[in-house]
């Protein structure tokens, strides 16, 4: 695994395990406290896009690379709200672009990659469809308060505890 630090990008009419193959390497398992998750590389510096809930009441977490390594990162940013927090790798890392989704259409392929079932299954694949399209999500807060996630994507593929802050990929591999 090419782990040098740079932006993968993926070329034309690859199948599945060769846009998994290029960009493998710019996933992590994250494992903070008494949760663990998964997270993608977004920018050159090592930082990366996980779930809120991945890293909440940390401040340091021990991350898996794609090389079978591990270091360790710091939170840099995160909003309950969003559900999205930014992790500082303490390495460089190859990263992903994202992908515009107002463009995005249901039916099209997508990749999940992310270290299921508490870190005992790092950087496992599953491929599924997109489903639907600008789903809301009504959210039950502590306090009695409600709140909404909007414009979410639904898609079939396979997400087990310990996938969430992991990538959805197309087949552009991009995030």
Same mark, same amino acid.
């Not at 309950?80 to 249901?106: C, E, R």
């Not at 694949?125 to 009695?144: C, D, F, P, Q, Y």
């Given at each position: 695994?090419d782990?040098?630090?740079?932006?993968?990008t993926?070329?034309?009419?690859?199948? =599945?395990?060769?846009? +998994?193959?290029?960009?493998?390497?710019? @996933? %992590?398992?994250?494992? &903070?406290?008494?949760?663990? /998750? *998964? !997270?993608?590389?977004?920018?050159?510096?090592?930082y990366?896009? =996980?779930?809120h809930? +991945?890293?909440?009441?940390?401040?340091? @977490? %021990?991350?898996?690379? &794609?090389?079978?390594?591990? /270091? *360790? !990162?710091?939170?840099?940013?995160?909003?309950?709200?969003?559900?999205?927090?930014?992790?500082?790798?303490?390495?460089?890392?190859?990263?992903?672009?994202?992908?515009?989704?107002?463009?995005?259409?249901? !039916?099209?392929?997508?990749?999940?990659?992310?270290?299921?079932?508490?870190?005992?299954?790092?950087?496992?694949?599953?491929k599924?469809?997109?489903?639907?399209?600008n789903?809301?999500?009504?959210?039950?807060?502590?306090?009695?308060?409600?709140?909404?996630?909007?414009?979410?994507?639904?898609?079939?593929?396979?997400?087990?505890?310990?996938?969430?802050?992991?990538?959805?990929?197309?087949?552009?591999?991009?995030?």
């Amino acid at each position: 695994v090419d782990m040098s630090p740079r932006l993968i990008t993926v070329g034309d009419d690859l199948n =599945t395990a060769s846009v +998994v193959e290029a960009v493998q390497s710019a @996933v %992590v398992g994250i494992a &903070a406290g008494n949760s663990a /998750g *998964s !997270g993608v590389a977004i920018a050159d510096g090592g930082y990366v896009l =996980t779930n809120h809930p +991945v890293i909440e009441g940390t401040t340091k @977490v %021990v991350l898996y690379y &794609a090389d079978m390594t591990n /270091g *360790s !990162g710091s939170v840099v940013w995160s909003d309950a709200g969003l559900d999205l927090a930014i992790v500082k790798s303490n390495k460089n890392m190859p990263y992903l672009d994202t992908a515009d989704s107002t463009t995005l259409k249901v !039916g099209e392929d997508v990749i999940a990659i992310g270290t299921p079932l508490t870190l005992q299954f790092k950087h496992t694949v599953t491929k599924g469809i997109v489903s639907a399209l600008n789903r809301t999500l009504e959210i039950s807060n502590l306090g009695g308060t409600t709140s909404y996630m909007q414009n979410l994507i639904q898609h079939d593929a396979s997400i087990n505890p310990g996938n969430s802050g992991g990538p959805l990929i197309n087949s552009e591999g991009k995030v």
